[in-house]
């Protein structure tokens, strides 16, 4: 959950490392610093942003062309200079920036006090490279096998990069755990938490495997071995987006470009894998599997944060469609709950980043008691699309602004082309159906468009609200998950307490907190169950609560009973949250710009959970 990147070349390191630091804040922006070698270590740091850390920064020190920097989310020790990295050994000679968490930290630190080390700040990450100098010392070795024997020796999860004053032509970088890769340009290297930083300077990539290690070397050469010691060789990979992807492109933020690329996003997820004229679905990543997978008894779908709930709405999907029993699970809950698990079972595991800490331990779980994997993420070459049997990439393309817009989105896109192939080979849906469906999620992208269109509109009612103190989203069916999406986009943002909850389940609690100062928005685009979304409606409007109504264009019931109405492109059912979600993705973004807050970078969060 740290921005970690590096650089040794013949460039000037700082630019590169700055500049990198500001394209990965979005990973951890408590702390940041850089270390520099330019004869000596050359060490700035300071708590805050990337921008906090330039003004300290001494310009007349910053001539290198070997250096690392870091951007922290804290884990262990509160945000301050002293906790942020890089950290140095005792000696001042080797400097470490580390995203992840030493479990066992505190035993070595005993250790080490023991031996004569001193500590100044409170994290993991000092013990860690000082573990690694006192190896280097008492095994009078090379400081890429005292890495290699620390890394065994340490129990937790890690990507770090480590820099030598003794060495000035050398890099040393490893993972567990925790996303890295290695920039491969003319002569030079690049290293960071993901390619952000380094799609500027070349397209060529290796990604490292988990419990291996790099040692880059200036002279053009690397090596990467296993913690065993055994040499690997990784193909060199292209990346597949451009720079202007992780800009802003003239929006005001990350987030407003990710809600208005969704129309796009949906489309490149959608492309090649389906036929509406013809009426076919070809997912790839299910052809090696697909009989499992056909046969499968249950799915069970294991996701975080959005994932999950992307991952409740293909629970609705699959049941409904393809008739096979589903069930969500927390990828934080699963691990430790003991769960039933056979190789009748497929476990679909869903992730933006392909990195979430807690569904990667839910997939070595699952893989045990031999289910069949299959991983759903954006980021190709990441540890959940390594780690599954097979897969599918949402192809949203770079998602940069911490709360998650389009990659919901597109993993609903993609589990809805899951669901109906399913189906269709299981005989669950009639041919016309499944045409009828694909035609209108064809449609789907042209109508967010028009959806996006209302922008102004919701902003006017965000004016109204941006001061109150809790939010109600109420939904029923496909549009439930959509409710708990929409009060978590809120929270995430804004910091206003929001709760989503089955319209149902209303009278169940939730209805005693509804007064005239309550604002509630419902998701009433159901046919299904319109009537029943009414009434709740009506319970509320009794109670003088607010009511914020999405609803299906030309809808006039909930017109007479609602304060305020959103009206949205009718659709298909089980696609209408791919719609009922976007001005709910708005609201909450123009409420947190009028309260002032960051919504790119809200506070305590980071884009990609990589720690438990």
């Known amino acids: 959950m740290c921005g970690i990147v590096g650089y040794i070349g013949k460039k000037e390191a700082y630019p590169i490392l700055i500049k990198g630091l500001k394209r990965l804040e979005y990973r951890g922006y408590d702390s940041a610093g850089i270390a520099l070698l330019n004869g000596g270590m ?3 740091k300071k708590a805050g942003k990337v921008s906090d850390l330039e003004k300290i920064v001494n310009r007349d020190h910053t001539t290198a062309n070997i250096g690392i920097g870091h951007t922290r989310w804290a884990t262990h020790g509160e945000p301050n200079d002293v906790n942020a990295h890089p950290h140095l050994s005792q000696s001042g000679d080797i400097a470490i920036i580390h995203n992840g ?4 930290y505190s035993a070595i630190k005993s250790e080490l006090k023991k031996r004569g080390y001193t500590f100044h700040s409170d994290t993991d990450t000092e013990v860690l490279v000082n573990l690694i100098e006192e190896v280097q010392k008492t095994e009078k070795t090379t400081l890429d096998n005292a890495v290699r024997i620390a890394l065994n020796e340490v129990v937790g999860a890690y990507a770090i990069v480590v820099l030598n004053k003794n060495n000035p032509d050398q890099l040393i970088a490893a993972r567990k755990g925790s996303p890295l890769v290695i920039g491969i340009g003319e002569d030079e290297f690049y290293i960071a938490s993901d390619a952000s930083p380094i799609i500027e300077y070349t397209q060529n990539v290796v990604y490292l495997d988990e419990q291996e290690y790099a040692v880059i070397n200036r002279n053009g050469q690397y090596s990467i071995r296993t913690l065993g010691n055994v040499e690997k060789s990784h193909e060199i990979k292209k990346l597949e987006f451009s720079l202007e992807m992780i800009e802003k492109g003239g929006f005001e933020h990350f987030m407003l470009k990710e809600i208005y690329e969704q129309p796009k996003a949906i489309e490149d997820s959608l492309r090649g894998r389906m036929n509406a004229h013809q009426g076919w679905i070809k997912l790839g990543g299910l052809n090696e599997y697909q009989s499992r997978i056909d046969k499968a008894e249950r799915f069970i779908i294991t996701a975080c944060g959005t994932s999950w ?4 709405i293909g629970e609705y999907l699959i049941e409904d469609l393809a008739r096979v029993p589903v069930e969500v699970e927390y990828a934080s809950e699963f691990r430790y709950r003991n769960p039933i698990i056979s190789d009748k079972d497929v476990v679909i595991a869903i992730s933006q980043s392909g990195e979430t800490a807690d569904t990667l331990a839910a997939i070595d779980i699952a893989k045990e008691r031999q289910a069949l994997i299959y991983g759903v993420c954006n980021v190709i070459g990441s540890s959940i699309a390594r780690a599954s049997h097979a897969g599918s990439y949402t192809h949203a393309g770079p998602e940069i602004g911490v709360a998650s817009t389009k990659a919901f ?3 609903i896109s993609l589990i809805t082309l899951v669901a109906l192939q399913l189906a269709m080979v299981k005989g669950t849906i009639p041919t016309s159906k ?21 922008d102004a509109q919701i902003k006017e009612i965000a004016a109204i609200y941006k001061d109150a103190t809790n939010f109600l989203y109420l939904g029923r069916g496909y549009n439930f998950p959509v409710a708990l999406e929409g009060a978590l986009k809120l929270k995430e943002i804004s910091y206003i307490h929001a709760e989503g909850y089955p319209a149902a389940e209303m009278k169940h609690g939730p209805i005693a907190l509804i007064d005239e100062n309550m604002p509630v928005v419902f998701l009433a685009t159901n046919k299904s169950a319109y009537e029943k979304i009414v009434s709740n409606v009506q319970e509320v409007k009794a109670r003088k609560g607010k009511i914020i109504a999405v609803v299906t264009k030309g809808d006039t019931q909930i017109r007479e009973l609602a304060d305020h109405i959103i009206e ?14 976007v001005p709910l993705q708005l609201l909450a973004y123009h409420i947190a710009i009028m309260r002032g807050c960051n919504v790119d970078q809200p506070r305590n969060l980071a884009k990609s959970v990589t720690v438990e």
């Open 42 to 44: 050359t060490l700035f």
């Open 309 to 312: 709930h992307s991952g409740l």
């Open 434 to 454: 499944l045409r009828e469906i694909l035609y209108e999620l064809e449609n789907i992208p042209r109508k967010i468009e028009e959806t996006l269109l209302l």
């Open 409 to 411: 989105s597109t993993q």
């Open 101 to 104: 968490i030493i479990e066992n």
């Open 568 to 581: 949205v492109p009718e659709t298909e059912e089980i696609l209408s949250p791919l719609i009922t979600i």
